[in-house]
T-cell receptor, first 109, second 115 residues
């Protein structure tokens, strides 16, 4: 059974810093991995989708990597801003789509 | 292009009452999901539709929950009767590809409070 873990559960960093969020999964036989952002009281917004054949995807200040063999993905956020404060969730897709519990990120002005 | 639309955004009911949530997916998306999200947790799948067929409802508590997607477009999730533990956010998502192979798009969610 696929399990997805996100560590840390919460993170606070000063504005301007680069940061890395982690996602690990137990079964490497996945179709893809997707990173989402969720603001309080809102739905999930798709940030990046990495197919199983890809190693990374980039969008603006965001870069997501995927290492299937080790069951890990990272989301790199460059030059963090207060507007980046949100919960970030990863989801892996095999026969089902399984979500982690998310990392609550707080960027300190 | 319109995103996934859900209604109502908020619903407060007393226990044992019925409640229904509606979802309209992105146009052309044949795959539709209903998820439940508790505070501080990731979404958990309730049911997945491919067109009008429920292809994965193994996590749907069928004694009180039901769902339908009659014409393969919009969908309704119903709870009857609601229990206190059903208080959560119900999220609808859609994808243009089958079986989790494509990008997932979510609506804003319907927040249910059962008193």
């Amino acid at each position: 059974k696929q399990e997805v873990t996100q560590i840390p559960a919460a993170l606070s960093v000063p504005e301007g810093e680069n940061l890395v969020l982690n996602c690990s999964f137990t079964d490497s036989a996945i179709y893809n991995l997707q990173w989402f952002r969720q603001d309080p009281g809102k739905g999930l917004t798709s940030l990046l989708l990495i197919q199983s054949s890809q190693r990374e995807q980039t969008s603006g200040r965001l870069n997501a990597s995927l290492d299937k063999s080790s069951g890990r993905s990272t989301l790199y956020i460059a030059a963090s801003q207060p507007g980046d404060s949100a919960t970030y969730l990863c989801a892996v897709s095999d026969d089902k789509i399984i979500f982690g519990k998310g990392t609550r990120l707080h960027i300190l002005p | 292009e319109a995103g996934v639309v859900q209604s109502p955004r908020y619903k407060i009911i007393e226990k044992k009452q019925p409640v229904a949530f509606w979802c309209n997916p992105i146009s052309g998306h044949n795959t539709l999901y209903w998820y439940l999200q508790n505070l501080g947790q990731g979404p958990e799948l309730l049911i997945r539709y491919e067109n009008e067929e429920a292809v994965d409802d193994s996590q749907l508590p069928k004694d009180r929950f039901s769902a339908e997607r009659l014409k393969g477009v919009d969908s309704t999730l119903k709870i009857q009767p609601a229990e206190l533990g059903d208080s959560a956010v119900y999220l609808c998502a859609s994808s243009g590809q089958q079986a989790g192979t494509g990008e997932l798009f979510f609506g804003e969610g319907s927040r249910l409070t059962v008193l």
